[in-house]
């Protein structure tokens, strides 16, 4: 017994020493370089002279295709806008080095939000599509880097620069807090990762290079203390323009060799307890893990304002309603049967079910046999489900693609 004491004592070492030798993160990804952009707006004065400012923006769109979309703040094409975009004397354009740039029409934007989507004439093989990854609590602390054009680098040392990719500045800091901003209910992410005028609209990534969110602004009250707008809130922006896109997907491939060195340390000790004592009781079976739910959960919205719209489920629930700045699925205003926030669904991908709350809407909401859910008590639904907001002509579609 003492040497079986011992050797599984030098097993456990092992297990241990594994477990120690997990990387705690992960570097630069320096592919996101080929997903940003320079974007140069112009707008004229009341004498008619033109001023010009500078911002960054990055690529959404499918992996492996040339992108057409490109996602900054709203703010950096705000003098556009005003000036009554191009009609109005504004000049937009995303600019790949000095040599090179491409005119650029704003599709949508949302001032409170601070986010805005723009779109290239045709779809450019000079950069490539960026990941998104919506935040979760779990990555307080963890390892960030903010990528853009900051003009202060460009006045502070006269640098020959081309405003190419390579010519962007990485600065790296950590999340130190996730917060929903008073008045506006945006969802913006604290970090100390350093900015300044020019990174605005730029991505704020993880070590994949997945994009967490936009960088948006500076606090007046501490240098040390950034704020971006969290990846979130431009995902309806992409809904509602049905603008594909692809989501960061967690890839558990780099810790394969430490969880094989643990599972085979674990059987080692197991043979030698068999082997040692004896033991003729046949091992339990084990028990089989539930399979996710493979595809894509989708919202379908039947009612004709909607033209077919489909929503993608991604971690957070969607809220379903009338009210903008939270409901992913919006209805106009004084539709009927529809309240301003009506109800919420998510999709549980261990069980592979919809589950649809009822959010104490005032004409409820109904299954579609007619049955009418119990406010704020979750309801599971499978795919191929639906559900209708007050009335009939307000039905939703649950489906799995």
């Known amino acids: 017994m003492r040497k079986l004491r011992h050797l599984a004592a030098l097993v456990l070492a092992a297990v241990l020493a594994l477990a120690c030798a997990a990387p705690a993160s992960a570097a630069f990804d320096q592919n996101t370089l080929n997903g940003i952009v320079m974007i140069r707006t112009g707008a004229p004065d009341d004498d008619g002279t033109m001023n010009y400012w500078q911002g960054t923006g990055f690529f959404v769109g499918p992996q492996g295709e040339d992108p057409q979309y490109i996602v900054t703040n709203c703010h950096v094409v705000e003098e556009f806008i005003l000036a009554g975009k191009a009609l ?27 986010v805005a989507l723009l779109k290239l004439e045709k779809a450019t093989d000079l950069r490539e599509p960026l990941l998104l990854r919506e935040p979760e609590e779990a990555m307080l602390g963890s390892e960030v880097y903010a990528v853009g054009y900051p003009l202060a680098a460009d006045i502070t040392i006269q640098a020959v620069t081309s405003f190419s990719k390579d010519d962007a500045t990485v600065t790296t800091g950590s999340v130190s807090r996730f917060l929903t901003e008073s008045g506006t209910g945006r969802r913006l992410i604290q970090t100390d990762t350093a900015m300044s005028g020019g ?17 948006t602004a500076a606090s007046n009250l501490d240098q040390n203390l950034f704020y971006a707008v969290s990846i979130s809130e431009i995902l309806p922006i ?10 960061y997907e967690a890839d558990t491939g780099s810790n394969l060799a430490l969880y094989g060195g643990i599972a085979a340390a674990v059987v080692v000790i197991a043979v030698v ?8 009781k046949a091992p339990a079976p084990a028990s089989e893990e539930p399979k996710e739910a493979q595809g894509t959960p989708v919202l379908r919205s039947t009612a004709p304002q909607h ?43 261990r069980e592979g079910v919809f589950v649809v709350t009822d959010l104490g809407s005032t004409y409820g909401t109904f299954l579609a046999d007619g049955q009418r859910l119990t406010p704020d008590t979750p309801v599971k639904l499978p795919p191929k489900s639906a559900i209708y907001l007050g009335e009939a002509a307000n039905t939703v579609c649950l489906e799995v693609e």
């Open 273 to 280: 307890l068999v082997l040692v004592l004896r033991k003729k």
């Open 199 to 215: 990174n605005s609209g730029g991505p704020l990534v993880d070590g994949s290079g997945a994009v967490l969110g936009i960088n």
């Open 238 to 247: 992409l809904d509602r323009n049905s603008i594909p896109y692809a989501l």
């Open 307 to 349: 033209a077919g719209q489909v929503v993608q489920l991604h971690h957070q629930p969607v809220q379903i309603g009338r009210d903008t700045a939270v409901c992913r699925l919006v209805y106009q205003e004084g539709t009927p049967g529809v309240s301003a926030r009506h109800c919420q669904i998510y999709f549980d991908r």
């Open 88 to 114: 109005g004397g504004g000049e937009l354009y995303a600019v790949f080095d000095k040599d090179s740039e491409q005119e650029a029409y704003l599709v949508d934007y949302d001032a409170e939000k601070d």
